[in-house]
Each structure stands twice: as C-alpha cells, then as structure tokens.
C-alpha cells in the first residue's frame, strides 16, 4: 500500500507550518508568566519525568482537550499563554502543534528535540 502522505511528508509539513523553539529557548522561558508546557506523550513516558508545572495531555486527547466546547476541556488552552508542546523528541510535538494551528491557536510552538533535550541541557524536571 501505499500511503498518500507519510508521517515525514507531514512532519514536513507541520515543520513549514509551525514555530519550533531550541531547547535553550524554552529552558530561559520555563517559569515565567505567559507559557504553559504542555506535555502530549503518553503516561506511562510522562511517568519517567516531565517538564515541571507541564501540564498532561496526551497526543490521542489534544482535540478534546483544546476545544472549549468539549467536556473534556483543559483549561490551560484557554489560558491565553503561550502554549509551548513537548513530546520524546519532537516530532509528534510538531504535529500536534500543527493541529492546534489548524484549529485556530495562533500562539503555540514546540520544543526542538523534546524531553531528551530538554533533560541532557539540564531543563527542570519533575
């Protein structure tokens, strides 16, 4: 079979559409006001350690969790902050944040290389 976009293609194109911050970047603005962290890796990875005061929600809930009119709404996506997406290593952060773009956040980005970066350049971890 062959598929019409692979998951590079839309990494690609999720890359082309969305902000990606260094490591660096986001360590200078974890803490400060304006900036949620959200974490969209699944529990049992989030259970090895995660960005402190990240909040959790997981790729497969990112819809329900962002939409206001959902019951399952997080309130941090209303929050008006900056909503800085991290995952392992960075590519289903991108994808994610291409879906919120998609979906009307105008403020939100992703970590490059996710928590192994964020963890080997000593970023505060709980």
Same mark, same amino acid.
């Given at each position: 079979?062959?598929?019409?976009?692979?998951?590079?293609?839309?990494?690609?194109?999720?890359?082309?559409?969305?902000?990606?911050?260094?490591?660096?970047?986001?360590?200078?603005?974890?803490?400060?006001?304006?900036?949620?962290?959200?974490?969209?890796?699944?529990?049992?990875?989030?259970?090895?350690?995660?960005?402190?005061?990240?909040?959790?929600?997981?790729?497969?809930?990112?819809?329900?969790?962002?939409?206001?009119?959902?019951?399952?709404?997080?309130?941090?996506?209303?929050? @008006?902050?900056?909503? %800085?997406?991290?995952? !392992?290593? *960075?590519?289903?952060?991108?994808?994610? =944040?291409?879906?919120?773009?998609?979906? @009307?956040?105008?403020? %939100?980005?992703?970590? !490059?290389? *996710?928590?192994?970066?964020?963890?080997? =350049?000593?970023?505060?971890?709980?």
């Amino acid at each position: 079979m062959e598929l019409k976009r692979g998951f590079k293609q839309m990494l690609t194109e999720a890359n082309a559409a969305i902000e990606t911050v260094s490591v660096q970047d986001a360590i200078a603005a974890h803490g400060e006001p304006g900036y949620v962290f959200i974490d969209i890796r699944e529990g049992d990875e989030r259970a090895t350690g995660t960005i402190a005061g990240s909040v959790h929600v997981p790729r497969g809930f990112l819809e329900f969790r962002a939409d206001p009119d959902s019951p399952m709404h997080e309130a941090a996506f209303s929050s @008006g902050d900056r909503l %800085v997406l991290f995952c !392992a290593s *960075g590519g289903r952060s991108a994808l994610a =944040a291409k879906t919120l773009v998609d979906m @009307g956040f105008e403020d %939100v980005c992703h970590v !490059a290389g *996710g928590m192994a970066a964020w963890s080997e =350049a000593g970023g505060p971890t709980e």
